[in-house]
């Protein structure tokens, strides 16, 4: 069996690096002789270009943004326990995430852990692609990764500035991160509806998925636009209050209801 890959995630919200967890790579046994090791080559590269996938958002547990969202502090306290407890209690909020290239003709690379002692700090290594050798996570073993440890690789590492009514309040920010991650699913469901796939005709596995991944791409267009437009590239919680105007500008009547129930559930909690 192989080991597991991942590539890197960047959350749109709150700029923090993560690792996501892609699948299992091809086992490195096969890579034995000449022939094998070109073989193995050629398994990887199809693992890379099968689920590396670098125009499409990804809806992931972001460490950062669910201590936002649980008004706790992501610095204090909001460890590999307390996040693993979040999310089994169904309290975790998706945010929209893409994955990390590090050469705009490439896709994004692929990783693997080197360490096979689960007890240890894992060791993540480049399996694929182009991309640092290895990685380096934070203390709280989350998957998050030591953001400044990517400075060398062209990577912004500048920290996340909240403006002052969020720095200071909270449960100000937990609803803000609700309330934009609530726009961002509603984005892919608008663009689901946008594709019309509802017209009952059977299809195949491989029309199923080219469809899904049509849907996932127009979204990830729609959200990196609202992005770029709205807070100039930096984090959408960076810029909130402008992000939140041009998200209920841009949000359909659905998504705008996904909006206010993600505020209100956030003034319950």
């Given at each position: 069996m192989g080991d597991e890959g991942a590539a890197i995630s960047n959350c749109l919200l709150c700029d923090s690096y993560a690792l996501l967890t892609l699948g299992l790579l091809p086992d490195r046994k096969?890579?034995?002789?000449?022939?094998?090791?070109?073989?193995?080559?050629?398994?990887?590269?199809?693992?890379?270009?099968?689920h590396?996938?670098?125009?499409?958002?990804?809806?992931?547990?972001?460490?950062t943004c669910n201590a936002f969202a649980s008004a706790s502090d992501p610095n204090q306290g909001f460890d590999q326990v307390k996040h693993g407890e979040y999310l089994r209690d169904g309290l975790a909020v998706l945010t929209p995430c893409h994955l990390v290239v590090f050469d705009d003709?490439?896709?994004?690379?692929?990783?693997?852990?080197?360490?096979?002692?689960?007890?240890?700090?894992?060791?993540?290594?480049?399996?694929?692609?182009?991309?640092?050798?290895?990685?380096?996570?934070?203390?709280?073993?989350?998957?998050?990764?030591?953001?400044?440890?990517?400075?060398p690789f062209g990577i912004d590492v500048?920290?996340?500035?909240?403006?002052?009514?969020?720095?200071?309040?909270?449960?100000?920010l937990a609803r803000a991160v609700r309330e934009a991650c609530a726009f961002a699913e509603g984005t892919l469901a608008d663009a689901a509806a946008a594709a019309g796939g509802g017209d009952g005709d059977p299809k195949s596995k491989e029309d199923a998925e080219a469809a899904e991944t049509e849907i996932a791409v127009a979204a990830s267009a729609a959200l990196r636009a609202?992005?770029?437009?709205?807070?100039g590239g930096r984090p959408v919680l960076e810029a909130w209050a402008g992000a939140r105007a041009a998200?209920?500008?841009?949000?359909?009547?659905?998504?705008?209801?996904?909006m206010q129930d993600a505020a209100v559930k956030g003034e319950d909690e």
């Open positions: 096969l890579a034995r002789g000449i022939k094998g090791r070109a073989a193995h080559e050629d398994l990887l590269e199809e693992f890379q270009e099968k590396a996938l670098k125009d499409v958002t990804f809806f992931l547990a972001c460490p003709e490439e896709l994004p690379p692929v990783y693997r852990n080197e360490e096979s002692d689960a007890g240890r700090k894992p060791r993540w290594r480049l399996a694929q692609g182009v991309g640092p050798a290895g990685l380096e996570l934070d203390r709280t073993r989350t998957g998050r990764l030591h953001k400044n440890s990517l400075r500048r920290p996340l500035s909240l403006p002052d009514d969020l720095a200071r309040d909270p449960q100000e609202w992005r770029a437009e709205a807070c998200a209920l500008e841009r949000a359909s009547a659905e998504t705008a209801r996904r």
